[in-house]
């Protein structure tokens, strides 16, 4: 019997009940369940697994901040930049392994801390899992309690379908490798998917879903931070022309609702100017000669006062300007997307 027990707010399994899934997981008859594996998760707004217990958590003494050791951690894993780039993982006896992951983060084999070999993984199209020895023997399950697989993803053998499916967790969402298709419909309903249950629109090896919520059209190098290190390898271009036709039109839509409001903005200036004429002037009769020094200062008023606004107002145009230039290279950028040169576009892509 296995059995799981989720977060209430967001959903994430925090133990597994009956680990190795005996046939009874209350094997001494006390009414309590014998065997919890308790997953503990942190980092990324705590969506990666960093700790796994065999049977309870740690708990803390009455020395606030210092922990109390009796409980052990089965596993803890380190990871890098990337939400998935898991890259190493020590067991309960102390021993350290690495983690060797493709362009994906996809893992491929396991290595010890000498950088040996000692486990391999081959995938299906959506993560089927084969897993072998390290002179290519085959093995029902990992022989090390690897979890991370298909994109780094964490695979659940407890669940496996009847039809021999395996299941990977995608955080929101568990996906069915034998037919790339989640068990879950998506949760925010993206508006590009056709079918709210198919992983990445069926094509695996151009996209990724480290959420379970919408594919993301890029090499996993683009959910990384910026300016950190990225796929080196060969790369080529893909293009969207209707993406980048519809984002341009959304640019002068909005340079022709800015020329408009700075249009009506100077207008009121120049209004502001004619009013602060009429103020000064004290609505006397510009013609009387004792107001012609006054009408002098006037003038001098309203003609820096129209000076200013068409200044501003020539400064705003030239900023809108280069809003538009920027917003226009922005939309070329977004709509280009480069990929490994043995992958094929993504749809709507050209290359």
């Known amino acids: 019997m296995v059995?799981?027990?989720?977060?209430?707010?967001?959903?994430?399994?925090?133990?597994l009940i009956d680990a190795d899934a005996d046939a009874d997981a209350d094997a001494d008859g006390d009414g309590t369940n014998d065997e919890i594996t308790f997953f503990i998760y942190a980092g990324w707004a705590a969506w990666q697994m960093v700790e796994e217990y065999p049977s309870a958590v740690p708990t803390w003494d009455t020395t606030p901040g210092e922990e109390d050791h009796d409980t052990g951690a089965d596993k803890s894993y380190v990871y890098g930049l990337y939400i998935d780039e898991v890259l190493s993982m020590r067991d309960h006896?102390?021993?350290?392994?690495?983690?060797?992951?493709?362009?994906?983060?996809?893992?491929?084999?396991l290595a010890d801390a000498a950088g040996a070999v000692v486990e391999r993984y081959e995938y299906g199209d959506y993560g089927e899992v084969s897993v072998t020895a390290e002179d290519g023997t085959a093995r029902s399950s990992?022989?090390?309690?690897?979890?991370?697989?298909?994109?780094?993803?964490?695979?659940?053998?407890?669940?496996?379908?009847?039809?021999?499916?395996?299941?990977?967790?995608?955080?929101?969402r568990f996906m069915a490798t034998g037919s790339g298709r989640f068990l879950q419909r998506d949760p925010i309903e993206?508006?590009?998917?056709?079918?709210?249950?198919?992983?990445?629109?069926s094509t695996p090896f151009a996209a990724f879903d480290p959420f379970g919520r919408q594919p993301?059209?890029?090499?996993?190098?683009?959910?990384?931070?910026?300016?950190?290190?990225?796929?080196?390898?060969?790369?080529k271009l893909c293009r969207n022309p209707k993406l980048e036709k519809r984002m341009k039109k959304d640019c002068d839509n909005s340079?022709?609702?800015?020329?408009?409001?700075?249009?009506?903005?100077?207008?009121?200036?120049?209004?502001g100017c004619s009013a602060a004429y009429k103020k000064c002037m004290?609505?006397?009769?510009?013609?009387?000669?004792?107001?012609?020094?006054r009408e002098k200062g006037c003038d001098l008023i309203r003609d820096l006062c129209q000076d200013t606004c068409r200044a501003s107002v020539g400064i705003?145009?030239?900023?809108?300007?280069?809003?538009?230039?920027?917003?226009?290279?922005?939309?070329?950028?977004?709509?280009?997307?480069?990929?490994?040169?043995?992958?094929?576009?993504?749809?709507g892509y050209t290359e």
């Open 216 to 235: 993301k059209w890029r090499t996993p190098t683009d959910a990384r931070p910026p300016d950190e290190y990225c796929y080196r390898g060969p790369t």
């Open 142 to 172: 990992s022989a090390y309690g690897n979890r991370h697989t298909f994109t780094g993803r964490l695979l659940d053998d407890e669940l496996t379908l009847d039809d021999g499916s395996q299941i990977l967790q995608y955080r929101n």
């Open 3 to 15: 059995a799981w027990r989720q977060t209430r707010t967001s959903g994430r399994v925090a133990s």
């Open 255 to 271: 340079h022709d609702r800015l020329i408009q409001l700075a249009k009506s903005w100077y207008r009121k200036c120049r209004k």
């Open 93 to 109: 006896l102390g021993a350290d392994y690495f983690y060797l992951q493709d362009d994906l983060y996809s893992v491929y084999a």
């Open 316 to 347: 705003l145009y030239k900023g809108i300007k280069v809003s538009k230039a920027l917003c226009y290279l922005q939309a070329e950028r977004a709509s280009n997307i480069r990929v490994p040169v043995n992958r094929h576009c993504p749809p």
């Open 190 to 201: 993206h508006q590009i998917v056709n079918n709210y249950y198919t992983y990445v629109q």
């Open 282 to 293: 004290g609505g006397r009769d510009p013609w009387d000669a004792d107001n012609l020094a």
